[in-house]
């Protein structure tokens, strides 16, 4: 902030509010050193955003889904790093997967089974040409994007760990909560890692699906190095899987 800036921030806001734009300022420049450097040893493109409003497509659900913004990629490292003893046995999951950032970082972070949705075609070709460049040479990585809508989303028969950054609104994450109930219903293991988790009554309210906190050093992160919360849920057995309580399904 220049002088100036900070000299009218310092009148309108008070130094509260210098502090907190200061502090905006270096999240920002943190990240993106981060960002950048992640594309560049990769050779790819993860950083650009895109407004849905420019691609020439239509679709039932545009209208309730967000602008491609990329998840900062130390945010989805520390996120994602709590779920990595349980990657060999899990599918991750990417709902509104955008350019395929998290998928490629889960994939580092040795998750070997990946799947990302996203019903924008045109950045869904971004994600299947970014992963394709980095997993050229990594024949023990499946991965694949699927072009379709996440409501009416048929997931794999398997445990999964699913993240979303908002990726949409509540007529399309209602159609998500409810197939990730019935997976729940089927048996198997479902964790859930929800950031900037706008529609987050509807996963409270799912009683197949329970809150637990992240790690002190996460918090930590989302406390000084983010712009927004995030909450995990894992899956609760109902009455036609008690069996299932407290146990984790093998794959």
């Not at 130094?15 to 050779?43: C, K, M, P, Q």
């Not at 599918?91 to 395929?100: A, H, Q, R, S």
């Not at 499946?142 to 379709?148: D, F, L, P, V």
């Not at 445990?159 to 990726?167: E, R």
Request: proline residues 4%.
């Amino acid at each position: 902030m220049t002088r100036t800036k900070i000299a009218q921030t310092l009148k309108e806001d008070g130094l509260s509010g210098v502090v907190r734009r200061v502090h905006a300022g270096l999240i920002f420049r943190y990240h993106e050193t981060f960002n950048s450097r992640f594309d560049t040893i990769h050779a790819i493109d993860t950083r650009t955003s895109v407004a849905l409003e420019t691609l020439d497509f239509e679709h039932q659900h545009k209208a309730h889904a967000i602008d491609y913004e990329p998840t900062p990629i130390k945010l989805v490292e520390a996120l994602l790093k709590p779920s990595r003893a349980r990657a060999s046995s899990t599918t991750f999951l990417d709902l509104g997967c955008g350019k395929g950032r998290v998928l490629i970082k889960a994939a580092e972070l040795g998750f070997d089974r990946l799947i990302g949705v996203e019903f924008a075609g045109e950045i869904a070709e971004a994600a299947r040409y970014n992963l394709g460049q980095v997993f050229r040479s990594s024949p023990g990585i499946s991965w694949t994007i699927i072009s379709q809508d996440a409501a009416t989303y048929s997931p794999p028969e398997s445990d999964l760990i699913v993240f979303l950054y908002n990726p949409f609104t509540q007529p399309v994450m209602e159609g998500v909560v409810n197939w990730i109930e019935a997976h729940i219903d089927r048996g198997y293991r479902v964790e859930i890692i929800y950031y900037n988790s706008q529609c987050r009554s509807l996963f409270d309210d799912c009683n197949r699906l329970k809150v637990t906190p992240f790690p002190w050093l996460v918090k930590l992160q989302l406390r000084f190095l983010s712009w927004h919360a995030a909450v995990k849920y894992l899956s609760v057995a109902g009455d036609r899987n008690e069996s299932y309580r407290g146990t984790e399904r093998q794959v």
